[in-house]
């Protein structure tokens, strides 16, 4: 994808972002790095973008701005996998709920921050892959295997289901695999009641 359709995309999104934030009130969308927030929405925060060395970051500033909040709202590609733990760690410090939702996606390791969320609601699209290593073939795939065994504890501590963990490592980091909507319940990915903040979030 090109810079120039990146910026697209995050634009579209955005323009989604204030319809969510909005409920058909006047208000100010404000943006920290990836976040966007509104006062008069102070329960929800959206991350739109890719996740950097920079979010976590920017997230504890949108937090700082938006003490409230209680959702994370998610359409991300994901990112280098420290910082996507780094606020996986941050969402579930707080006890937040995160949410997907339609014609919005979470892809790769933003997958860590969605299965943080004290109750977490996919409508959208939830897709996984291996982490990409330098090394192809074999050896790329022993590499990960080790590298999943190390993170072991953090796929347990967010509760990944060994259904997705297992499309994380039997997918290339070139391809990506999207759970459909009959193995999102037979794998029990959706956590929350059809009342919490998560499926509010994830069904506008």
Not at 164 to 185: G, L, P, R, W
Request: with cysteine; glycine share 10%.
């Amino acid at each position: 994808m090109s810079g120039k359709q990146v910026r697209v995309l995050v634009s579209i999104l955005f323009a989604a972002a204030v319809a969510i934030l909005s409920v058909g009130q006047a208000s100010a969308v404000e943006q920290i790095g990836p976040f966007a927030f509104a006062a008069n929405n102070p329960k929800a925060i959206l991350l739109v973008g890719d996740i950097d060395s920079n979010t976590p970051a920017h997230f504890r500033k949108a937090l700082a701005r938006q003490p409230q909040a209680k959702v994370l709202v998610l359409a991300s590609n994901g990112g280098l996998l420290s910082a996507p733990i780094k606020l996986a760690n941050m969402v579930q410090g707080r006890g937040m709920s995160t949410a997907i939702p339609a014609r919005w996606g979470c892809y790769s390791a933003c997958v860590y921050v969605f299965f943080a969320g004290k109750d977490h609601i996919v409508r959208g699209k939830l897709g996984v892959h291996r982490m990409s290593t330098k090394g192809g073939g074999k050896n790329g795939a022993m590499v990960a295997s080790s590298y999943y065994n190390a993170v072991k504890g953090d796929l347990s501590r967010f509760g990944i289901p060994k259904g997705v963990i297992a499309k994380m490592q039997d997918t290339s980091h070139n391809d990506m695999y999207v759970f459909s909507k009959k193995e999102i319940a037979s794998m029990g990915i959706n956590r929350g009641g059809a009342n919490s903040l998560a499926a509010k979030y994830a069904n506008h």
